[in-house]
């Protein structure tokens, strides 16, 4: 039976811990006012497409 464990060296030079560094917090904060209009429009989208079509949506 051939093994299919990787073969080659680890690809990155510092171990991955699991947690953002401190600039990708900063990142992530930074945009978090267009995640949560995204966030907003997409519950918008979704409450329209549940439900039946108005005289209004005509």
Request: hydrophobic content about 50%; overall charge negative.
């Amino acid at each position: 039976m051939k093994s299919i464990a990787a073969l080659q060296a680890v690809v990155t030079a510092t171990p991955f811990d699991g947690e953002p560094s401190d600039a990708e917090l900063d990142a992530i904060e930074t945009e978090m006012p267009a995640i949560l209009a995204d966030v907003v429009l997409l519950d918008a989208q979704i409450m329209t497409i549940d439900r039946t079509p108005t005289e209004l949506d005509e």
